[in-house]
């Protein structure tokens, strides 16, 4: 099942790192998966999200504000 992966911000540094690292953990569980990046800041708020970046996984926000490591971050997706 192909997971839905999202990374939420403007494209700051942090969000970079965030998308980076999420991409990096995802080749790495050997999953199917679709990332996007949403910068609207109107579709940041309608996750209920306020600080930058956040991690979107099938719909749930995981994580917003820092960027986690990328063990952090696999656990997330799994």
Do not use: F, H, R, W
């Not at 579709?43 to 956040?54: K, R």
């Not at 995981?62 to 997330?76: C, E, F, M, T």
């Amino acid at each position: 099942m192909k997971k839905e992966i999202k990374i939420l911000g403007t494209g700051c540094t942090k969000c970079i790192k965030l998308a980076e690292l999420t991409e990096q953990a995802a080749i790495e569980l050997g999953i199917e998966y679709e990332l996007e990046k949403v910068t609207d800041i109107n579709d940041i708020i309608s996750y209920g999200v306020m600080l930058t970046p956040a991690l979107v996984v099938d719909g749930d926000v995981k994580i917003a504000g820092s960027v986690p490591s990328i063990d952090q971050i696999i656990g997330y997706i799994k």
